[in-house]
């Protein structure tokens, strides 16, 4: 899976190495999508999806994050993708996408979606497209504390 990685990272898909505490703060602190989630809202959401971490190899440290939540038979959902500001520009994003893509691929899901406000550019580059009808596609919100004003 670490093929297509920029030199010095490597992904895991084990939940124990993930830094829960950077994590919580990169999502809770410095995102859109998720301001103020509380940690125990953030540890549910990891225990319930398959998480991948990107880390340095030379120190371990977690220089990225990415959650899909999945029935691991027909549908993905990927979200909750961070790149840590220290490693941005170094094509970790595209690379940590594309890798997540292939590894859902290897499992047969068919399908992966996934909404950005702004990261559209990232998302096309690893082969993500708009919809093809939008007007299919329903949301319910619900009120709740992750729940933007939208």
């Known amino acids: 899976m670490n093929a297509h990685l920029p030199a010095g990272y490597e992904l895991s898909t084990d939940p124990a190495r993930l830094d829960g505490e950077?994590?919580?703060r990169w999502l809770s602190e410095d995102?859109?999508?998720a301001p103020g989630r509380s940690r125990?809202?953030?540890?549910?959401?990891?225990?319930g999806s398959l998480n991948f971490g990107l880390y340095a190899t030379d120190s371990g440290r977690q220089a990225a994050y990415a959650r899909v939540v999945t029935d691991r038979a027909t549908f993905a959902w990927l979200c909750d993708v961070y790149v840590?500001?220290?490693d941005r520009g170094r094509g970790l994003g595209t690379a940590l996408v594309e890798v997540v893509a292939a590894d859902l691929a290897a499992r047969g899901?068919?399908?992966v979606v996934l909404a950005t406000q702004d990261a559209h550019g990232v998302y096309e580059k690893a082969g993500f497209r708009p919809l093809?009808?939008?007007g299919e596609?329903?949301?319910r919100p619900l009120a709740g504390p992750d729940t933007p004003g939208r």
Request: no cysteine; charged share 25%; hydrophobic share 40%.
């Open 22 to 24: 950077r994590v919580h």
């Open 31 to 33: 995102t859109y999508w």
């Open 40 to 47: 125990e809202r953030q540890e549910r959401a990891v225990a």
């Open 84 to 86: 840590d500001p220290a």
């Open 109 to 111: 899901l068919p399908r």
């Open 132 to 134: 093809a009808v939008p």
């Open 137 to 139: 596609w329903m949301t």
